[in-house]
Each structure stands twice: as structure tokens, then as C-alpha cells.
């Protein structure tokens, strides 16, 4: 980033009393790092999966990016959609939907906050850890979690912090484990984007704007709590905010 343009967002977060998160490639497979979830050796990336002689494939579609689908022998996709990689397969589950599921994530700031669960019917969908004990017990296979209790006691071992009982504000781990990158050389690495963004305004353009906001004093639009923010009158529709 431009020096300018970075003092400029620093100077506007530390108004705030807010600090700045840089958003990298892939933000959603922190927690899985941290959980030493990544590719190991023996695995096998999607341009192998045709090698493999069974394949679970939960949530992931790579049959609608031009990628194998199919194991050479067996497949069983867990998602909430009819995708097109599920059409592919021998055996469809249906899975929950983000709304639906209950546990632990974990954002940018490494802050690990309750999952709750929407009061809705799922039917006869499942979250990743029932369908793959189902699995495993068709199987025949003795897992070591089984459920929400024995996964959040796996997490709080490897992690260090209990997440049985967390805050509705969460709590932020100050140092996620970083796993080492397998022998084999089998990585991800994820980008933003494929195409280049353009922008008409230039750096200098954006750190002007944002020391202008700096500078009278803006603040955090956050309904009811901010002294700039105008109040709603009854029965109207409330404007937009932080917290809306």
C-alpha cells in the first residue's frame, strides 16, 4: 500500500479507537490452518481426485470449475444443492446451510465467537461432523469425535481455549497455531481475484479523502450510540448503521 495512503487508514482507524485488519487471500481457511486441517502427505489435489478410489466432498463444487468431480471409484457429495458436482456423484447427503449450523468460528482478528443456530427445520439435513460419523459408522470406523461436545473438546486442546462456553462477544486468541507446509509440496494458494481491479481515483486520491474524514471528526454510524447519527422517528424505517 501507498506509505500515505497507509498513514492516512491508520490515522482514521486510531480516531475510531478501531484498529485496521488487512484482508488476505483465502480469510476463510484460517481456522482450518489453525486446526492443522491442510493437505498432507499421501494427499491428492482436485487435478488427482479421478485416482483416488473414494472421495467425500462437502460444500465444495469443482465439477463447475472445469475440475474432476469423481473418485475412480466411489463419491459422496455432502452439500445443500443439487450442484453440478453432485449430480456426478454415487451418493448425495444433504447438508445444513451456514444458518443452520451451531459451533465456533473464527474471524480475521482471530477472535473465536459462538455459532447459534437459527431457529429453523433442517429436515433431514446434516453439519459436516454428523454426516461424516455416519459415515465412519457405516464403516465401521471408530472416530474420535461423534458430535458438537467431542469437537469443541478437540478444538480447545488443539487451540488451547476452551469454546464450549464462549462469550457473545467472543474471545481472541492472541497466537493461532501456524501448521507447516506438508514434504510433499502439496499447497493451496489462494488469490483474490483472477482480473486486476482499476480504480479512477488514484492513492493520493483516497488518503486526501480519508484524512478529510480524519479531520471533521466523522464518526462510527452506530444507531443510537452516535452523537452524529440522526434519530428515527417512530414508526420510520431506521437508517442503516453499524449495528442494523
Known sequence: MDAPLLAAVQAFAGSLGTRVLALPAGPNSLGLGALGLVPRDGGRSYAQLAQAPAAFISRLDPAAQGLPARARGFTVVHDTHLTATARQADVVLPAVTNYEKRGTTVNLEGRLLPLQQAAVSSGEAADLIRALSALAEALRVRTTVRGQRSAQALVAQRLGQPVDSLPQGGTVVTSLP????????????????????????????????ISSLVDNRWELPMHGTSSSAPRSAPGSVPTPGGDD
Open 178 to 209: 501456524r501448521p507447516a507446509a506438508p514434504a510433499s509440496g502439496l499447497t493451496h494458494t489462494p488469490r483474490l481475484w483472477d482480473m486486476p481491479l482499476t480504480h479512477r481515483e488514484t492513492a493520493s486520491d483516497w488518503a486526501e479523502h
